[in-house]
Nanobody
Framework: QVQIVESGGGLVQPGGSLRLSCVAS????????MGWYRQAPGKQLELVAT???????NQTGSVKGRFIISRNNDENTVYLQMNRLKPEDTAVYFCNVLKSGITYWGKGTQVTVSS
C-alpha cells in the first residue's frame, strides 16, 4: 500500500506563489507517473500537471507558464511550484501517483488565492 502526503497549501494573494510537495511512502521504486489534480468548489476534478519517471510533462493550458512540476525520484517526491497565482486557481489540490497500474491519491491540500 502506498500512502500519499501533500503539504504546502495555504492562503496567498493574487500574483503570489506557493510550492506544493507530495511524498509517496513507504519508499517505492519506479513510480510511473506523479502529478497534481485540483477541484474547485462546484467544479469537477481537473488535471493540473503530471510528470513521468522519464521527465515527460503534461499540463493543463491554464497553468502553462505559471506552474512548474518537478520530481525527485530518489525521494519519491513531486513538487508543484505555483507562480502568478490567480483567484481561479483556488481549489483543493490532490497528489496522484501511478505505480504498477494502480492509482493512489492524497487527501488534498487547500489553496486559496484571495486579497
Amino acid at each position: 500500500q502506498v500512502q500519499i502526503v501533500e503539504s504546502g497549501g495555504g492562503l496567498v494573494q493574487p500574483g503570489g506563489s506557493l510550492r506544493l510537495s507530495c511524498v509517496a511512502s513507504p519508499s517505492v521504486a519506479c513510480i510511473a507517473v506523479m502529478g497534481w489534480y485540483r477541484q474547485a468548489p462546484g467544479k469537477q476534478l481537473e488535471l493540473v500537471a503530471t510528470i513521468t519517471l522519464g521527465g515527460r510533462i503534461n499540463q493543463t493550458g491554464s497553468v502553462k507558464g505559471r506552474f512548474i512540476i518537478s520530481r525527485n525520484n530518489d525521494e519519491n517526491t513531486v513538487y508543484l511550484q505555483m507562480n502568478r497565482l490567480k483567484p481561479e486557481d483556488t481549489a483543493v489540490y490532490f497528489c496522484n501517483v501511478l505505480k504498477s497500474g494502480i492509482t493512489y491519491w492524497g487527501k488534498g491540500t487547500q489553496v486559496t488565492v484571495s486579497s
